[in-house]
């Protein structure tokens, strides 16, 4: 299996900047997923996926309404990836999550909350205030 933790979260002001972290592990020794993808999910809404990156070459990919604002990245020798969260506002409240997706393409696809084959972790909550 994959181990998942998100982590970078917490409670900033509007306008200002956030890092997130996620580590994925498991597996196999040097294998963890073909895709690594942030979501999600503000209070009463569905989740949604917001950036997402191949393992492999590192594409990357992201929902329009974030385009400019968030930058998903990764870093191999850790085995981790970082969602980097700028001119941030009250719409980007919500509870965040990584997963690793192990479906065989990693494209804009990988956006859908409804595709399956993935290993979630528990989430990190981002809060903004205005």
């Known amino acids: 299996q994959v181990q998942v933790v998100e982590s970078g979260g917490g409670s900033v002001q509007a306008g200002g900047s956030l890092r997130l972290s996620c580590a994925a592990s498991?597996?196999?020794?040097?294998?963890?997923?073909?895709?690594m993808v942030w979501f999600r999910q503000a209070p009463g809404k569905e989740r949604e996926g917001v950036a997402a990156?191949?393992?492999?070459?590192?594409?990357?990919f992201y929902r329009d309404s974030v385009r400019g604002r968030l930058t998903i990245s990764k870093d191999n020798a850790d085995n981790a990836v970082y969602l980097q969260m700028n001119s941030l506002t009250a719409e980007a409240t919500a509870m965040y999550y990584c997963?690793?997706?192990?479906?065989?393409?990693?494209?804009?696809?990988?956006?859908?909350?409804?595709?399956?084959?993935?290993?979630w972790g528990q989430g990190t909550q981002v809060t903004v205030s205005s």
């Open positions: 498991g597996y196999t020794s040097t294998h963890f997923g073909n895709c």
């Open positions: 997963a690793a997706d192990i479906n065989p393409d990693c494209s804009g696809g990988a956006l859908l909350s409804s595709l399956g084959g993935r290993y």
């Open positions: 990156i191949s393992t492999g070459p590192g594409r990357t």
